[in-house]
């Protein structure tokens, strides 16, 4: 990042931190409130089933850019990389992000291309990069999805 300093300070650049939040099901069992003498039911019909949240800390705003699906993949990590670029028109974007297997998958390498098609790599729509492998502590999200599910 050191590289790009001047381009980040002067807006030109955007960077995200990036990654997805699968809540389950099981993990928002708890208590519920009624009263004593009347049984209460609450259906769960699969403990596995999920949220996927998506979410993109902007490194220098300082704001969590968040969007719901119901899985994480390829194609909806697509749809969040369009609806990041929504967010910043104007601005290239330094995307840093974990070595999960739709983030490298042919179909976002294949937008990638797209995206970038005809352009020198220091002028590149979207740049991604990963952090380190099994290192959640390098992407601060990790304590944002970490907060939310605590509050579940």
């Known amino acids: 990042m050191a590289n790009h ?20 099901w099981g993990d928002a069992i708890g208590y519920v409130w009624g009263k004593t003498d009347q049984e209460i039911t609450v259906p769960v019909v699969n403990q596995r089933d999920k949220q996927t949240y998506y979410g993109a800390i902007d490194y220098i705003e300082r704001e969590l850019l ?25 601005q290239r974007l330094l995307i840093f992000w974990d070595g999960a297997s739709y983030h490298h998958s042919k179909e976002i390498q294949g937008f990638l291309d797209e995206v970038n ?12 990069l990963r952090f380190a492998p099994h ?15 605590t509050w579940v």
Request: negative net charge; charged residues 25%; glycine residues 4%.
């Open 5 to 24: 300093r001047e381009e980040i300070e002067t807006g030109q650049l955007k960077v995200f931190l990036i990654d997805e939040c699968h809540l389950m």
């Open 66 to 90: 968040l969007k719901a699906y119901d899985t994480g993949n390829s194609q909806n990590t697509i749809d969040y990389l369009h609806y990041l670029i929504a967010q910043s028109p104007k």
């Open 117 to 128: 098609q005809g352009l020198q790599p220091d002028q590149w729509k979207i740049h991604c």
């Open 135 to 149: 290192c959640p502590e390098q992407n601060p999200i990790e304590d944002i999805w970490l907060q939310a599910k």
